[in-house]
T-cell receptor, first 112, second 113 residues
């Protein structure tokens, strides 16, 4: 079952520009997480935002959560070529299953 | 160094064979997970374990089996019943099941030859 869905599927920007990725989900959640994956590697945790939080920052990353719209966004400011990767949102349903469900990801390419 | 280690990095399986993927963590995490990732896709949950000697099926458990005899180890066996096993397999662990940051291994790429 698909819980989080990212938009856009692919994004190409120039170095120095900002990158915004969106995630929509269907059911109530306890928290939402963003992960990064370099090609052929494991995922790396970026940020966890709880359902009672609206915004969180970590370095050049800014995550927002709108539970009324069941959506989240990840903003990477002043992007660098090294930010090139796939970005996934993951949600844990506050329902019975409580499993962490990953979206299909946004592939970000930052051109130097 | 604390972390989660998967081995091997690449694995080739002949049709009809069972193969076992290794996952070890020294983070003292209670919860461990196995995910499957197909090209250009997100992760799908195969099995998870919230505590030693206990595990539950995820969304795509058919053709897979696991064990959790030790806190540090959560091996995944891909059986011959799994009809399309070629994929990238990711193991992860976390302090509490699905409620906290997950730490991932570097993955095992399994190919059926």
């Amino acid at each position: 079952s698909q819980q989080g869905e990212e938009d856009p599927q692919a994004l190409s920007i120039q170095e120095g520009e900002n990158a915004t990725m969106n995630c929509s989900y269907k059911t109530s959640i306890n928290n939402l997480q963003w992960y990064r994956q370099n090609s052929g590697r494991g995922l790396v945790h970026l940020i966890l935002i709880r359902s009672n939080e609206r915004e969180k920052h970590s370095g050049r990353l800014r995550v927002t959560l709108d539970t009324s719209k069941k959506s989240s966004s990840l903003l990477i400011t002043a992007s660098r070529a090294a930010d090139t990767a796939s970005y996934f949102c993951a949600t844990d349903s506050s329902g019975n299953t409580g499993k962490l469900i990953f979206g299909q990801g946004t592939t970000l390419q930052v051109k130097p | 160094d604390g972390g989660i280690t998967q081995s091997p990095k690449y694995l080739f399986r002949k049709e009809g064979q069972n193969v076992t993927l290794s996952c070890e963590q020294n983070l003292n995490h209670d919860a461990m997970y196995w995910y499957r990732q197909d090209p250009g896709q997100g992760l799908r949950l195969i099995y998870y374990s919230q505590i030693v000697n206990d595990f539950q099926k995820g969304d795509i458990a058919e053709g897979y089996s696991v064990s959790r005899e030790k806190k540090e180890s959560f091996p995944l066996t891909v059986t011959s019943a799994q009809k399309n096993p070629t994929a990238f397999y990711l193991c992860a662990s976390s302090l509490a099941a699905f409620r906290s940051e997950a730490f991932f291994g570097q993955g095992t790429r399994l190919t059926v030859v």
